[in-house]
Nanobody, 126 residues
């Protein structure tokens, strides 16, 4: 069993930055693919970024590529999402997720993740 907890959300002006953290407990991170998803009001949850369990490859949604950076510290069992040049359309609840030994072919698929955090609100004002 893995328990995930996000932190770092908040209110920021457009063009600003935030760094989200996701701390895991229960099992070590190293065998898990981990990712960030987000859900805006009235919309379905969508993939944002992920990092593979094996070689640490990173994957991004087109909408955040070049602005967001995902990273992970396996020793601290913590994952991060550095968000720069934020836009109002980035406003959403951000969730971290983990999946054991997930093949990179499925790393963008929400349904392949077994463990989820409770979410943290990010609001970007214009």
């Amino acid at each position: 069993q893995v328990h995930l907890g996000e932190s770092g959300g908040g209110l920021v002006q457009a063009g600003g930055s935030l760094r989200l953290s996701c701390a895991a407990s229960g099992r070590t991170f190293s065998s898990f693919a981990t990712g960030w998803f987000r859900q805006a009001p009235g919309k379905e949850r969508e993939f944002v970024a992920a990092i593979s369990w094996s070689v640490g490859s990173t994957y991004y949604a087109d909408s955040v590529k070049g602005r967001f950076a995902i990273s992970r510290d396996n020793a601290k069992n913590t994952m991060y999402l550095q968000m720069n040049s934020l836009k109002p359309e980035d406003t959403a609840v951000y969730y971290c997720a983990a999946a054991l030994n997930l093949n990179r072919l499925f790393i963008r698929l929400e349904k392949k993740y077994d463990y989820w955090g409770q979410g943290t609100q990010v609001t970007v004002s214009s």
